[in-house]
């Protein structure tokens, strides 16, 4: 007979994810993707019971202009059911990476969230409390920082809870590390 694992028994790792700033919607950006994988391929491997991964997305309203949106995405079927405005506000991104992990068996919850992505990175964190948070990292030079900002930073320095920052491989950068 199978165990089930209790909820506080599990490893809980929030992903913070974006779009591509290439793509745009509903592509996931390079970043977002290379953390996803790196946690699967380095934490998570083959223990799918002993996890349960909680996906982030934060829309900036400036770039996006939408509302704020706290719905919950657990299943494929959740986004089969959800409306066309929140597919359209984040949510179509989110399936990748919802649909991925109940494809191996890893519990997953995803949600939206609007405003400065490094400040609600770091008040979803307060709220939730994972046991790891996981960003990308575009790799920026010291110039492009000043002007672009870093979130992975940010939350290193202002997270309550330990970050791990995954930079994108050099094949996978592109010629402006801006782009991802």
Known sequence: MASVRVESEVTRIMIGVNE?????????SISSKSAFEWTLN???RSNTS??????LHVQVPDEDGFDDV???YASPQDFKDANRKDKINGSHLLEFFVNRCHDIG??????????????????????????????GNRGLGPFQ???????????VKHCECPVVTI?????ETPHDPVDD
């Not at 002993?50 to 996906?55: A, H, R, S, T």
């Not at 400065?116 to 790891?132: G, N, Q, S, T, Y």
């Not at 930079?167 to 094949?171: D, L, P, Q, V, Y």
């Open 70 to 72: 706290d719905s919950i």
């Open 106 to 135: 890893v519990v997953c919850e995803a949600w939206v969230k609007r405003g400065d992505a490094k400040e609600v990175i770091c008040h979803e964190v307060k709220r939730v409390k994972p046991d790891l948070l996981v960003v």
């Open 50 to 55: 002993g996890f349960k991964l909680l996906f």
């Open 20 to 28: 591509s700033s290439i793509k745009g919607y509903p592509h996931a």
């Open 145 to 155: 920082r000043v002007f672009v900002g870093t979130v992975s930073e940010f939350c």
């Open 42 to 44: 380095k934490i998570i």
């Open 167 to 171: 930079k994108r491989s050099a094949e």
